[in-house]
């Protein structure tokens, strides 16, 4: 090796963790600040969800494509040209003055966003050996989990102490200097040319995008509940299009072969599976902790911090649990574990002290952190160079979808008991827990189709 790419291969793990960092991190800290940015633009706060929703459906449509222009391109072109457009995006966001422009240079900051993550991660995959990846993919994710539970803190202090701008202009620094390391470190791996799959990407982005909007705007109570439902099977028909499409493409979007390597597609239902109940504790406990036990905005967000810890703390054990037990148990058992924790939160009253409110908060970050990791690395593992970039687009797309999957069914869920009139505030909170948990308990069974010996090559001992 040389001392050249010694020095790319170094270097490139903490760019992609810069990446997935400021994805993730924007993805929550523009929650907290909705009111503040609504009255600053003369807005409903209802209507400030366009927002939101702009970002993420364009980050939704633009990530099969992410593959594609890398290997076209490179790998650190594309790259370098995601993080221009994000940071260029954000500072945009900052300087916005009404709700219009603000929509728009969120799409502006949604094409970067969508590019980012998965070509950092498809340089990842090119650059490592599978045996490598487990510890590089660990490093990579843990800002990716942090992210989503400083977002909402950040969120509350700049708002409170600073002004709602902040939460865009954080982003530029990290991102000059990821530019910068990118530049100098990132290599530029490219691939045989193949024609683009102009009709594939359509009909699958549309179908990401229909599925997307219907499902927030299911959770968000937005529209009537019949009109959400028609927008989500929509995207379901189209998506069902794109399957008869891409088995008679020769060189289609997304390939179905993927879908012949059982740990992918293993790993790819167990994401979307677990993580609806994953999902809903960043949404449900402030919430609950606001509304529920009376606390201010700032603390509830504060509260969230320990789980963040955990998942820092567990990401110097997962691979040494991974090689004791193999990924079949580890994966099993910790998603039973997580629904029960996610459960006993119905457990929890405004009444209790305090360290009995975090400490389940750390535990359960540690879980979430051990589970992310290895679902992740089981998801990549068998994937050769040739299939890599649309395995790697595939699984940056459940990943996207499932943050509004986790979000819609919880806020469905808590609806429901809503109903009842006979149950106060905390209790249709308690139910909800309950419920989430015992969908994720559920889904710990997706994980019994992996193999013993599944994963044995990421997890080999160094001698």
């Known amino acids: 090796m040389t001392e050249k790419k010694h020095r790319s291969m170094a270097g490139l793990p903490w760019i992609a963790a810069m990446a997935f960092f400021m994805q993730a991190l924007d993805a929550t800290i523009l929650n907290t600040a909705l009111p503040a940015i609504a009255e600053s633009l003369n807005r409903s ?13 364009t980050v939704a449509m633009l990530i099969p494509a992410s593959g594609w222009l890398a290997d076209r391109f490179g790998t650190r072109r594309v790259f370098m040209l995601a993080v221009s457009l994000f940071t260029l995006g954000s500072l945009a966001c900052a300087l916005s003055t009404s709700l219009t422009s603000l929509v728009l240079f969120r799409v502006l900051q949604g094409i970067g966003g969508a590019m980012m993550m998965p070509v950092a991660r498809l340089a990842l995959l ?20 942090v992210g989503p539970i400083l977002g909402p803190v950040l969120g509350g202090v700049m708002v409170t102490w600073a002004t709602w701008h902040w939460i865009f202009l954080i982003n530029i620094p990290i991102g ?12 530029n791996f490219t691939t045989p040319r193949k024609r683009f799959d102009t009709g594939g990407f359509f009909l699958f982005g549309l179908s990401l995008v229909l599925f997307s909007c219907g499902m927030e705007l299911f959770g968000e109570k937005i529209v009537a509940s019949w009109l959400a439902c028609s927008v989500i099977l929509s995207g379901i028909v189209l998506f069902l299009l794109y399957i008869r499409h891409a088995r008679r493409h020769p060189t289609p979007l997304i390939s179905l072969h993927l879908f012949k390597t059982r740990t992918f597609s293993v790993g790819i239902a167990g994401n979307i599976a677990s993580r609806l109940g994953t999902g809903c504790v960043p949404f449900l406990m402030p919430l609950m902790l606001q509304v529920g ?18 998942s820092i703390l567990a990401k110097s054990l997962v691979t040494q649990v991974l090689r004791r037990l193999g990924y079949r148990k580890t994966l099993v058992g910790i998603t039973l574990f997580i629904g029960v924790m996610i459960a006993q939160f119905s457990l929890q009253s405004p009444s209790m002290e305090v360290w009995l409110l975090i400490l389940p908060l750390f535990i359960l970050g540690m879980a979430m952190s051990t589970q992310f ?12 160079d040739e299939n890599a970039s649309s395995g790697n687009s595939v699984l940056a797309v459940t990943q996207q979808l499932s943050i509004s999957l986790g979000v819609a069914v919880s806020a469905a869920v808590l609806r429901f008991y809503e109903g009842f009139e006979n149950n106060n505030t905390v209790e249709q ?9 015992v969908i994720t308990l559920i889904s710990a069974f997706t994980f019994m189709l992996l193999r013993p010996k ?3 090559n990421l997890i080999k001992e160094k001698h």
């Open 293 to 310: 036990f009376g606390y201010s905005a700032l603390i509830a967000g504060c509260m969230m911090a320990p789980t963040a810890m955990g």
């Open 373 to 384: 990791t290895a679902m992740n690395t089981i998801t990549l593992a068998d994937l050769t």
């Open 176 to 187: 000059l200097a990821g530019l910068l390391y990118a530049r100098k470190y990132m290599p």
């Open 126 to 145: 090119r650059a490592y050996p599978r045996s490598e990846l487990l510890p590089v993919l660990n490093f990579v994710t843990m800002p990716g989990l």
């Open 454 to 456: 599944d994963g044995r």
């Open 45 to 57: 706060p209802l209507a400030m969800q366009s927002a939101i929703i702009s970002y993420t459906l």
């Open 429 to 437: 909170f308690h139910y909800t827990f309950i419920t989430m948990g």
